[in-house]
């Protein structure tokens, strides 16, 4: 009986185990080890202060069933990166506060991950009054991947994160672009509205030189001069007319004789004879010969 009893035991022994050796197989799978979050590979956003500080007012006003801080790389965390990575102080006063207002991750209802951030920078002139606010918000729903473990499992937590936060710089850096421009600097400080930018146009790798443009001052040209011309008005000499004086003793002139008709008169066809025919003319009579004309008998 005792060779029976053993096999039976080893075999039960290797039932109990098998369940889980294959949970532990199943575990290996899943990623222990997440790469961090950083962002030094983006732009550096140059402020016009003298220091910069971060606050993380989530730590004094936690929000029950959040579950961020089971994150690898917690919300809260992500967003101070940020703000190391991608905020520099190189002004000469004042100074800069980034604030993280929010950053957490509840497991909702149907096995959905909500996560929300939100963030706001100010900036503070000497004397401690705000000078310029820029604020970024950002929220993101997730169906987690159960093939990755539970729905709060850390791979599907960091997952999350990740989307939240690529979202997020592309969010605050167009917001601070846009509400602080007047606020932003070159890496030496000096304000982005006056720097002259300017692009190279030599060959990759060749120096570039700065060439001083000539200094081309205009020939001085002596405007001609205008002579006005004389103008010279004409005198005009006006004749004296004399009246020709007649004497009154003189007798007037005769009248000049009337013109006369091309046509002889029906009436009086020689003209009537008033004695002042001309004497070269032919007389034509126009009474009978004597001894004609007889008296009437009574």
């Known amino acids: 009986m005792s060779l029976f009893i053993r096999p039976l035991r080893a075999s039960c022994t290797v039932a109990l185990l098998l369940p889980a050796f294959l949970a532990g197989c199943a575990g290996d799978s899943q990623p222990t080890k997440f790469a961090p979050l950083r962002y030094d ?20 006003n936690p929000l029950p069933g959040d579950i961020s801080s089971n994150a690898p790389t917690p919300p809260a965390q992500a967003l101070r990166q940020m703000a190391q990575d ?3 102080a190189s002004g000469s006063s004042g ?26 920078l100010v900036l503070l002139n ?8 820029a604020e970024a918000h950002v929220s993101q729903t997730m169906h987690p991947d159960l093939s990755k473990g539970d729905a709060d499992s850390p791979a599907n937590l960091y997952e999350l994160t990740n989307d939240m936060m690529q979202r997020m710089n592309v969010e605050f850096e167009y917001q601070v672009r846009n509400t602080m421009k007047n606020w932003l600097v070159d890496a030496g400080g000096t304000p982005l ?28 040209v002596a405007a001609p001069a205008i002579t006005t011309p004389t103008i010279t008005t004409p005198t005009i000499t006006t004749p004296a007319i004399t009246t020709p004086v007649v004497p009154a003793n003189e007798p007037a002139a005769p009248p000049p004789p009337p013109a006369q008709a091309s046509e002889p008169d029906p009436v009086f066809p020689a003209g009537e004879d008033d004695g002042t025919a001309s004497p070269s003319a032919p007389s034509r009579g126009i009474s009978p010969k004597p001894g004609v004309l007889q008296l009437p008998k009574h």
Do not use: C, W
């Open 41 to 60: 590979y983006l732009s550096v956003l140059h402020l016009n202060a003298a220091s910069l500080a971060i606050e993380d007012n989530t730590q004094q």
């Open 126 to 133: 000497s004397g401690g009054t705000q000078a310029a606010r």
């Open 86 to 88: 991608r905020l520099a």
């Open 95 to 120: 100074t800069a506060k980034f604030v993280i207002d929010r950053a957490s991750i509840f497991h909702s209802a149907g096995g959905v991950l909500s996560g929300q951030m939100a963030v706001h």
């Open 193 to 220: 509205g006056s720097a002259i930018q300017s692009q190279s146009l030599d060959a990759p790798g060749a120096k570039s030189q700065t060439v001083a443009a000539p200094d081309v001052t205009a020939p001085a």
